[in-house]
Structure formats: C-alpha cells, structure tokens
C-alpha cells in the first residue's frame, strides 16, 4: 500500500473504486461476505506480516472453553518506535459482533499500514484484538456460541469465557486509549460514541474527518437511538466493552462505527485511516500536556 495522498469523498455506489490511499480493494477480498469463514483466514494475514516484522510480535492467544473445544481469541502487538517516553498503551478491538467483520479487516489493513510506516505508531505500545468473538465471526453471526450478545455483558459478573477474557485484559494492561470498531446495518454514514476522558471526543472529531474521505458521515440527530451531533454520541449502551469502572485516570474510549452495507473495502480504509488520525491527535495531546 502507498502513503495516504490527498483525496475526494467517495459516495456510497456500487461504482466506487479504492482510492490510490489504500490500493485497490484487497487481493485476499476483505472481510468475506460468505455465511462461514475461518478464523485462520484472517490470522494468518496478521501472522504473514508479523513473520519479517520487526514491530508486529505474534502474541500467545487467549484461550477458553466451550463444548469441550478450545476456542483461541488472537492477539497482536504493535511495538511503535521509541518516542522518548513511556510508550502510550492502546488497545484497539474488532469482531466483539461476528458479524460485522469490515472492523477485523480494517484492523488488518491498519497493521499493514503500520508496517510500511512505522513512524504512525511513534511512541505507541499497540494492543490489537482482530477478532474478539471467533465462534461468531466464523458462523457469521452477532452472537456468540452460547447465543449472547458479548457487547452488553462486559462488568456485569458475566459468565461468558469471551467476556470473562477480554476484562482481565482490560484490568492487566491499563490502557491509556480503547477504540472498538464496529458496523451499524441501520447507519447509512459512519459515526462515532465518544466515553471515558474528556479529550475523547477531540480524538473522535478529527478521525470521523479523515473517514468521510471514504464514506460519509451520519449526520442525523438520533443515531442508534441516541441524541447525535456533529456524528458524534455521547450516551451509549450498558454493557460495552469498555475500561474497568473504578479505574482511574479514565482512559479515552471510542467506538467507530461505519454503515454495514457500504461496500466492505471503503469501509475498511475509513477505519484504518480513522485509527492513525487517532494516534496522531493522541500524541499531539500528550506532547502538550507534557509541555504546560
């Protein structure tokens, strides 16, 4: 992939092709509209980069039970350049909805954008979790294998392994930034919740601008049921993947969320930009801080 020139908006059309940003639409086909896909078939795209790397380190996967299987839940690190101080722990999380696989695949072309520019990721420690409910992303489901909704059991005792895995994540890490990436099928423009630190929504504002490069943004005043503005939501659902309640400093927590019927490979590049814009502005705020 080249660097990320100047470029238009795109409308959502069946005629769209990727701008030179990105490449044109990916050779291993994005995220896979068939009614089952592998798990395998998206890590070892992540496992193929992460081979000649020298800042992408495969990480042991998480593991659980369920019907006497074991289940792996992939995790990656991003090791940025050194930027001088403590690295800036982010976790970023796709696939707790398995179906909706453009936030799995944009997780992938991120980290390839990472790889041909490492100096994106100065001064970031990057948790990636492509693919954080594997039973439904292979059966091309929202649900899990048990049939629960992951997205609203997070602190609420929950007693799925998936749930129960990703908060001891959360708890051991401590992360300075969440960002989940999602697909709306009720959304025809990308949006954003903005929760956790005050400076979030100043992180959200610049990423949606760098996606409605690729698709447009929502710009409703109730979006998901939620009051909006400039496509940006400040409520949101009990339950979400979201840091541990009691932690303090509160780190910034976004989520994303691109129109699920776009065509998957805009919908991947938005993210992906989206995600750089983030640390960007991220590294920017912290450099300030720093300096007062």
């Given at each position: 992939m080249a660097p990320l020139p100047d470029h238009q908006p795109y409308q959502l059309t069946e005629e769209v092709t990727m701008p030179g940003a990105l490449g044109n639409p990916p050779a291993y086909g994005g995220a896979e509209r068939s009614p089952q896909r592998t798990l395998e078939s998206l890590t070892a795209r992540f496992d193929e980069i992460a081979r000649d790397s020298a800042s992408l380190c495969v990480c042991p996967p998480g593991r659980f039970e369920l019907a006497g299987q074991s289940v792996a839940l992939p995790r990656y690190l991003f090791l940025g350049p050194q930027g001088g101080a403590e690295p800036l722990r982010i976790g970023v999380f796709a696939g707790i909805h398995g179906d909706e696989a453009a936030g799995s695949f944009a997780l992938l072309r991120f980290a390839q954008l990472l790889e041909e520019k490492p100096e994106l990721a100065r001064g970031y420690c990057l948790f990636l979790?492509?693919?954080?409910?594997?039973?439904?992303?292979?059966?091309?489901?929202?649900?899990?294998?048990?049939?629960?909704?992951?997205?609203?059991?997070?602190?609420?005792?929950?007693?799925?392994?998936?749930?129960?895995?990703?908060?001891?994540?959360?708890?051991?890490?401590?992360?300075?930034g969440l960002i989940s990436l999602h697909t709306d099928d009720t959304s025809d423009g990308v949006y954003g919740y903005a929760h956790g630190a005050l400076l979030t929504r100043h992180l959200l504002g610049p990423a949606l601008a760098a996606a409605s490069e690729f698709l447009p943004l929502n710009q409703k005043g109730l979006i998901d049921g939620f009051r909006a503005r400039d496509s940006i939501i400040r409520d949101g659902h009990e339950g979400v993947l979201c840091a541990p309640p009691k932690i303090r400093p509160r780190p910034f927590e976004v989520i994303l969320e691109t129109p699920h019927h776009a065509p998957h490979f805009l919908q991947e590049a938005a993210l992906a930009v989206a995600l750089c814009k983030i640390l960007d502005e991220y590294r920017q705020f912290i450099a300030y801080a720093q300096n007062l």
């Open positions: 979790y492509p693919v954080c409910n594997p039973t439904g992303f292979e059966d091309n489901t929202r649900y899990s294998y048990n049939g629960e909704d992951l997205n609203r059991a997070f602190w609420r005792n929950s007693r799925q392994p998936e749930v129960r895995l990703l908060e001891s994540e959360l708890m051991y890490h401590a992360f300075n």
